[in-house]
């Protein structure tokens, strides 16, 4: 069956260090892959999008990677700051213009 | 540019009744405009898509009867949650779609209603 898994565990890490979220995925083949902030009680906010044939991609102090062989995205966070504390959000494509998300990694920067 | 909103933004009824959750997009057309409904600690679950102009299509398990979707215009989409029960409580959030050119499912979405069915 087809799976999208992100570690269901939080993630603490002390403020300036960097946070590295992992997004595996099972009998899909997306064409691009995407990450999304989500606050509690808000909607998702896109980040990022990495196609299937680029390897990284950067945004500021946001780089994801994207590694179809082993079926896998990291999400990286450089420099973290309390505010980047959120849930974020894996979502791939499944060709029609349907998007499948992961159930999310919430992360915690502590001050 | 490309922002999306939903009204209400919480919601609270008695089970049985209907509640009506409205989807705009305020810049910008959208042609395709996606209903997803998200538990705690849980992802979101696509719902239904729907396209302006014609009807919405629903994902296996989602009852269309209990979940009436318009698509009016390209600004505005309607979840309509008829009789209401507290399984159906949950945080319902849309997104807007820009354009089926698009080589990408961009979404814009919406801040999401809580509902709360008592």
């Known amino acids: 069956s087809q799976k999208i898994e992100q570690n269901s565990e939080a993630l603490n890490i002390q403020e300036g260090k960097t946070a590295t979220l992992t997004c595996n995925y099972t009998n899909y083949s997306p064409a691009y892959l995407q990450w999304y902030r989500q606050d509690p009680g808000r909607g998702p906010v896109f980040l990022l999008l990495?196609?299937?044939?680029?390897k990284e991609k950067r945004k500021e102090r946001l780089k994801v990677t994207f590694d179809t062989t082993l079926k896998q995205s990291l999400f990286h966070i450089t420099a973290s700051q309390p505010a980047d504390s959120a849930t974020y959000l894996c979502a791939l494509d499944t060709g029609g213009f349907k998007t499948i998300f992961g159930a999310g990694t919430r992360l915690f920067v502590k001050a | 540019g490309a922002v999306v909103s939903q009204h209400p933004s919480w919601v609270i009824c008695k089970s049985g009744t209907s509640v009506k959750i409205e989807c705009r997009s305020l810049d910008f057309q959208a042609t395709t405009m996606f209903w997803y409904r998200q538990f705690p600690k849980q992802s979101l679950m696509l719902m239904a898509t729907?396209?302006?102009?014609?009807?919405?299509?629903?994902e296996q398990g989602v009852e269309k009867d209990k979940f009436l979707i318009n698509h009016a215009s390209l600004t505005l989409s309607t979840l309509t949650v008829t009789s209401a029960h507290p399984e159906d409580s949950s945080f319902y959030i849309c997104s807007a779609g820009t354009s089926a050119s698009s080589s990408y499912n961009e979404q814009f979405f919406g801040p999401g209603t809580r509902l709360t069915v008592l």
């Open positions: 729907s396209n302006e102009g014609s009807k919405a299509t629903y």
């Open positions: 990495i196609r299937e044939n680029e």
